[in-house]
Nanobody
Framework: QVQLVESGGGSVQAGGSLRLSCAAS????????MSWYHQAPGKERELVSA???????AYADSVKGRFTISQDNAKNTMYLQMNSLKPEDTGVYYCQAQGSCAGRNFFNWGQGTQVTVSS
C-alpha cells in the first residue's frame, strides 16, 4: 500500500495562492498514478488534477490555468500549486494514488487538507 499525507491547506482571500503537498511512503520504488481531488461542502469528491506515471498531466476545466500539479521524485512528494483562488475552491483536498506494485494493485487516499477561500 501507499501511505499519503497531505499538508499545506489553510485560509486565504480570493486571488491568493496556496501550495498543497502530498508525501508518499511505501511502494516508493514503483511508479504509479497520482491525483488531487476536491470535495466542496455538501458535494461529492471531484477530480481536480492528475499526473500519470509517465508524467502526463490533466486538469479539470475549472482549474486550468490556475492550478499546477508537479512531483518531486527524490522527495516522494506531489504538489498542487493553486493560484488565483476563488471561493468555490473551498473544501477538502485529497491526494490519491493508484497502480500496481510487487504484483498487488492498490488505490489509496490521504486524509485530506482543508482549503478555505474567502471573498
Amino acid at each position: 500500500q501507499v501511505q499519503l499525507v497531505e499538508s499545506g491547506g489553510g485560509s486565504v482571500q480570493a486571488g491568493g495562492s496556496l501550495r498543497l503537498s502530498c508525501a508518499a511512503s511505501g511502494y516508493t520504488y514503483c511508479r504509479y498514478d497520482m491525483s488531487w481531488y476536491h470535495q466542496a461542502p455538501g458535494k461529492e469528491r471531484e477530480l481536480v488534477s492528475a499526473r500519470n506515471r509517465d508524467g502526463t498531466t490533466a486538469y479539470a476545466d475549472s482549474v486550468k490555468g490556475r492550478f499546477t500539479i508537479s512531483q518531486d521524485n527524490a522527495k516522494n512528494t506531489m504538489y498542487l500549486q493553486m493560484n488565483s483562488l476563488k471561493p468555490e475552491d473551498t473544501g477538502v483536498y485529497y491526494c490519491q494514488a493508484q497502480g500496481s506494485c510487487a504484483g498487488r494493485n492498490f488505490f489509496n487516499w490521504g486524509q485530506g487538507t482543508q482549503v478555505t477561500v474567502s471573498s
